[in-house]
């Protein structure tokens, strides 16, 4: 398992139809590749948490779709394994740190899953995934 410090976009805008087309289409175009991406609506709005292979870049883009916030994340790279996720949230709950949100997937079965989250310590959160 690795684990290292990121950061993810969140941007928020009106919800529409071609949302998810137009913001892509623009990070395309600019060359950006979209590594993590995890959405929701509420109410009118569209909420996009997203990991770029060019943050800098892509707040240019974006700027102008919405509203754009950072925030710092941890992306582990782990074992597609039954209960590696569980093994993770036993030693954040034993280290008493809490979750604000988490997201992932595994590409291929039985190879590698990522996933990504903030907590309420995310120095400590590393330290005790590194361990």
């Given at each position: 398992m690795k684990a290292v410090k990121g950061e993810e976009l969140i941007l928020t805008c009106d919800n529409k139809v071609g949302k998810l087309e137009e913001l892509?289409?623009?990070?395309?175009n600019k060359n950006i590749?979209?590594?993590g991406?995890?959405?929701f609506v509420y109410d009118s709005k569209a909420a996009f948490r997203l990991i770029t292979s060019d943050n800098v870049k892509a707040k240019e883009?974006?700027?102008n779709i919405?509203?754009?916030e950072t925030k710092e994340v941890i992306i582990v790279d782990?074992?597609?394994?039954?209960?590696?996720l569980n093994t993770i949230a036993k030693r954040l709950k034993d280290a008493n740190i809490d979750l604000t949100h988490i997201y992932?997937?595994?590409s291929k079965p039985h190879e590698s899953a990522i996933i990504v989250f903030a907590s309420s310590d995310n120095n400590k959160a590393l330290a005790i995934l590194a361990a």
């Amino acid at each position: 398992m690795k684990a290292v410090k990121g950061e993810e976009l969140i941007l928020t805008c009106d919800n529409k139809v071609g949302k998810l087309e137009e913001l892509t289409s623009l990070l395309k175009n600019k060359n950006i590749n979209l590594r993590g991406v995890s959405a929701f609506v509420y109410d009118s709005k569209a909420a996009f948490r997203l990991i770029t292979s060019d943050n800098v870049k892509a707040k240019e883009v974006l700027k102008n779709i919405g509203s754009l916030e950072t925030k710092e994340v941890i992306i582990v790279d782990m074992p597609d394994e039954i209960g590696q996720l569980n093994t993770i949230a036993k030693r954040l709950k034993d280290a008493n740190i809490d979750l604000t949100h988490i997201y992932g997937t595994s590409s291929k079965p039985h190879e590698s899953a990522i996933i990504v989250f903030a907590s309420s310590d995310n120095n400590k959160a590393l330290a005790i995934l590194a361990a």
